[in-house]
């Protein structure tokens, strides 16, 4: 098995105000049909009201972060799944449910895991 992670920025998910609770339903929907298949890791949404920070090395904690993840937000799911075309699947499956597309990305493999 492999592990995927799905995600979409917030800026993505572009729906009306009115359509929201929908939204939220089919996406629990989609994550509960992944337990019950047995591929469900973890998902989650950022709490974007919350700012990130740097931690180093030393534990110096700054108001930073990496330039390239200035704009990380949205939504994420992580599935472990037997191929990529499955993941494929269950990222379409998230698509419909969030009303927009998703990024997949595969975790490289981990021994421990």
């Known amino acids: 098995m492999t592990r995927y992670l799905i ?3 917030s800026a993505a998910m572009d729906v009306p105000e009115e359509e929201i609770p929908d939204v939220a339903r089919d996406a629990h929907a989609v994550i509960q049909e992944a337990k019950a298949a047995g591929v469900y890791i973890f998902s989650g949404g950022l709490d974007e009201d919350v700012e990130p920070v740097m931690v180093a090395g030393d534990g110096t904690v700054t108001d930073d972060t990496y330039p390239q993840s200035k704009e990380l937000n949205g939504g994420f799911a992580i599935i472990d799944v037997p191929s990529r075309e499955a993941a494929l699947e269950w990222a379409a499956r998230i698509a419909v ?9 595969q975790f490289q ?5």
């Open 109 to 113: 493999f981990d021994p421990l895991v």
């Open 97 to 105: 449910a969030c009303r927009c597309s998703q990024e997949v990305r």
């Open 7 to 9: 995600s979409f920025p």
